[in-house]
């Protein structure tokens, strides 16, 4: 039943005495990233369905009610908008709050306190109050999760201002984005690639380096397209522009926008205007997704430098399927189709 | 009934009403209490006809509502958290806020904390522990589970407490909201100002519950419900289920029965859904004249006395409403300010384009009052 954990004295925690040389996991690197939070900054509660005794479903949270109990680290009942109404509770009265909404596909019942009420709480106080928070929540396809375990809800996010949306796509991003959104003024949500949180696994620092939020991470140069995505999307794009290297010579631009609001609007421009071509890569659905708001950017600020129409690859206009996802899903076969077709114009 | 003798499943029958055995406050504090009381029926006066002359947008007053208010800050620290429905002014003016802040919030003018962001009545009060108000129907609700966890986790004896109406009690985040604090036991105090209607819809018609109170009980949340026209058997009751909550012995839900003597706003008739005859029973009901009532009894007040406060608080509200209608509204660059805590590079040169087309057009300045 309820046992009450008091806060272990003792660092027992697995990854402390890890090398640093040797790759971890997605996985690793985020509940690093959250056990030293936990132990440099005495107000931060990690909260959320299943996060305490459990360590999370995907295992996220493991060891933290142990270290730091369940005061701090708490299993919570099930109740999205009580998560995330509690984690404005919280940031209100001095805390900062990482809150897990278990799939980003249950965010829903959660959608009127995010949108209504934590990305607004600035704006609408004109700033006299203000609503810092994390609400960490695992999203995308890729894991044969059907329709209610592979959604990707970014764009409703993007949408809203006021709340930041960071999605990492390495190991190292993830411990230093999310480092970096705890110590944000402003509310951000942390959508983790769960495609990537168990493989590949990189090499990530020890220490508790915050990586900034806002700024795109160039993942390889090159001149003739530039390629916008992120998450679980810039592995298969670069597995794609890697064959397009290999097979045909082209120097393919890839950029991992990291974060997705505030849009790093001036990476985006100056690769376009290098490269004269641009291919957006999200596995959301395809109308109204993030990468036409990147079409649109350049659409109203460089067009005179394209040498070709934009193009996307993203999801169907459907919900996520089950037994055909890997025909959904962008696929490097289908980036590199609509590489070719960019470059052929 | 006094509130020790209430229990889990008692009969919610019986309003709590003054026990003349109970905490009572100070002289100093019981004038403060009914001086404050006066101000609200003022300020709603005054913001009534500022609405009807078209200086402001739009109001919601709290008239027959404000014992509700005042005998539950003054019996709360100053420092418990406060997360707001759109009918408490009491609370900020109660912690020191001024009728000039106030006024500036409602004219939305350059001095409004919010900077002009937010509609009449949707008041800030960081300073005060009083959270900025949203429009959306009980999403505070469950901002007080949060800000109760959050003392439970600092390890502080702080209460927090979420005011909200008998509608509310339908939203989903009334549900999400005791659930957490009853699950967590988490210091929370939840008053439910029962002012009998939702806009329109009478309270017998918004749920099948005998009592709004009824619903604590399966949420394992403490439920009473007080006469919420006597602002000492308000303050009684709160007082008791504050050191409750204090003690770690859990939430209570106040079922806080009152009702609402004007329309739901400005914008509302009530005359096309009042019942017949309800009106007139809660005139007689009036919390003000109830407590300069007991106030004359116990000799606090002299009736010289009264006038002379009416006087005072009338002429105090004038100001403070004078004031913000001769202050300009803010400066076009609030439009983007407090979306961030910097402003983004896209968001700025947007205003930036925008303002370059505006001026061009020769809108009025924002600086010149447009009425």
Redesign the interface.
Known sequence: MNATMTPSSQTSHALIQRNPETPITMVQAINEALFQALESNPNV?V?GEDVGMSGGVFRVTEGLQAQFGD??V?D??L?E??II???????????T?VAEIQFADYIF?AF??IV??VA???????????CPMVIRTPYGGGIRGGTYHSQSPEAYFTQT??I?VVIPSTPADAKGLLLCALQ???PVLFMEPKRLYRSPKGLVPLEAIPIPLGPARLVQAGKDLSVFCYGAMVDICQAAANKMQENDGVSIEIIDLRTLS??D??SILASVRKTGRALMVYEAPKTGGYGAEIAAIIAEKAVEYLKAPIKRVAGLDTPYPYSLESVYMPHPLRVMRAMQDVLAF | MTVSASSQTQSFQDLIGFDPKGAIPSNEVLLKMYTLMLTLRFWDERSLKLQRSGRISFCVTTKGEEATQVGTVAALRPTD?V?PAYRQPGIPLWRGASLESLAHQIFGSAK???????MPN?Y???QFYY??V?S?IG?????????????????TDDV?VTYFGDGSTSA??F???L??AG??KAPALFFCVNNHYAISLHVSQQTGAKYLADKGIGYGVKALRVDGNDVLAVYQTTLAMAERARRGEGPALLELVTYRLNPHSSSDDDARYRLKGEMEEWVDKDPIPRFEAFLLEKGVLSPPQVDALRIQVEADVLEATKIAQETPLPEWQ?LV?????EI????QADLDELLAHEQGLSLPHPGAFPL
């Open positions: 509660i909260f005061k701090r708490i919570m009942p109740t908008a009580g109404g509690s984690a404005y509770g919280m940031a209100v009265s001095g805390m709050p019942p009127d306190q209504s009420e607004k709480l600035r704006y609408r106080s004109g700033g006299d109050c203000a201002p006021g930041k944000s003024p402003d505030p849009i609007e001036a | 958290w997360f409004d904390v919010s900077l002009g962001h937010q949707h800030s009060f960081h959270a900025s949203s959306v999403t505070q609700i469950v901002h007080a589970s949060g800000a109760a966890l959050a003392a439970q986790a600092k390890g927090a989903n985040d549900h999400s909201a659930t957490v699950a967590k609030t300010e407090g979306v961030y805590g983004p590079a896209n968001l």
